[in-house]
């Protein structure tokens, strides 16, 4: 039986991935170990590079069992979700769109189709660390009688490496976390630096225009709630 060990993140460790590195079934395992940085991170699925996770010893258990009959026993288990919601260009969703998702950790890609808000949601093995995702737009309206292709787009995600929107995440950790965001949002085509240079600057500014509040650049603590709430928790 293995030690106790204590892990130091790099960007793309999440609970979920260090629980099925360590042999459990259920992330809550490693989670519960971590009551201070369950404070601060609230998200066991957004960790920060630096932070530190126990990663708790196995536990042998033992269950007795009556010979000469079947004996039922039950894990603990559990599924993670990769969700991810589809807009257009006008920041409208893009719904009932079909799509294909591919993840490293697996031979056969998926095939579904969003909802009606532009939503997917796919169940994904703790250990995948990147996927691909095309979905098929519809075409666009061309002249009479004209036949158009749907138009396919393609994104290649690194899962688990969203950044928290914390008060305990340091700069330039924060930085990278808003522009994460608001590149996927479609304001920010820069590079996830941690540089709060114009080009951010610029992206916030759009970004307060269409959904607030009102205010600077800078990123203020009701900004970063606004941020947050739009890209982590879209209402369908």
């Known amino acids: 039986m293995a030690d106790a060990r204590k892990h130091t993140c790099a960007q793309g460790d999440h609970i979920a991935r260090l629980a099925k590195e360590g042999g459990f079934t259920h992330w809550k395992t490693v989670w519960d170990a971590n009551e201070a940085l369950g404070k601060s991170r ?8 630096g932070d530190e996770v126990v990663v708790p010893a196995r536990q042998d258990q033992e269950e007795s069992a009556t010979t000469g009959q079947y004996n039922d026993y039950q894990l603990d288990e559990y599924d993670l979700f990769l969700r991810l919601r589809i807009l257009k260009g006008d920041l409208t969703v893009l719904a009932n769109a079909p799509y294909s ?32 995702l095309t979905v ?28 928290p929107i914390a008060d305990e995440t ?10 994460q965001r608001l590149r996927n949002l479609g304001f920010y085509s ?20 269409i959904y607030g509040p009102k205010g600077s650049d800078k990123p203020a603590d009701a900004f970063l709630r606004k ?3 739009v890209h982590d928790h879209p209402k369908g």
């Open 190 to 209: 820069g590079p996830v630096n941690g540089e709060w240079n114009d080009s951010t600057k610029t992206a916030v500014r759009g970004f307060r225009e």
């Open 136 to 163: 098929r737009a519809p075409a666009p309206e061309g002249a009479k009688g004209q036949v158009q292709a749907e138009v396919p787009m393609t994104w290649e995600l690194n899962l688990g490496a969203l950044l």
């Open 101 to 132: 998702l591919e993840i490293d950790a697996e031979p056969v890609p998926r095939t579904g189709t969003t909802d009606g808000n532009g939503q997917l949601e796919e169940v994904i093995p703790p250990e995948a660390r990147k996927a691909k």
């Open 42 to 49: 609230k998200n066991p699925n957004m960790l920060c590079p």
């Open 170 to 179: 340091p700069d330039p950790l924060l930085y990278m976390a808003v522009q």
């Open 227 to 229: 941020l947050e709430e």
